[in-house]
């Protein structure tokens, strides 16, 4: 499991448009290769991310097997919905 402080996009900067909830399961970017994670909110009191906010999240990888240290502190986040960019961040804290 992976921290990081990432920032979610609104439609008007090309992101979702409807916020995500903890739990969603976007893509994320590794080694020019996407693939599935989990991302929670660290503070439980959260129930959305909003737009244009900083949150603090974790982010659990699908096959961790495959992809398990491949992401160091302060590397570049991208969560991806399919082709579409939705937040960018970055890793505040490795497993």
Do not use: H
């Not at 499991?1 to 590794?30: C, H, L």
């Not at 959305?48 to 240290?69: C, H, T």
């Not at 570049?76 to 804290?93: N, W, Y």
């Amino acid at each position: 499991m992976y921290e990081a402080k990432v920032t979610f996009w609104g439609q008007d900067k090309g992101g979702r448009f409807s916020t995500p909830q903890p739990g969603f399961r976007p893509q994320i970017e590794i080694d020019d290769v996407q693939t599935s994670c989990i991302v929670d909110a660290q503070d439980t009191t959260v129930k959305v991310f909003e737009f244009d906010k900083s949150y603090v999240v974790n982010l659990k990888l699908m096959y961790q097997e495959v992809y398990a240290g491949k992401l160091k502190f302060n590397d570049p986040v991208r969560l991806f919905e399919g082709s579409k960019q939705i937040a960018e961040g970055t890793i505040t804290k490795t497993e």
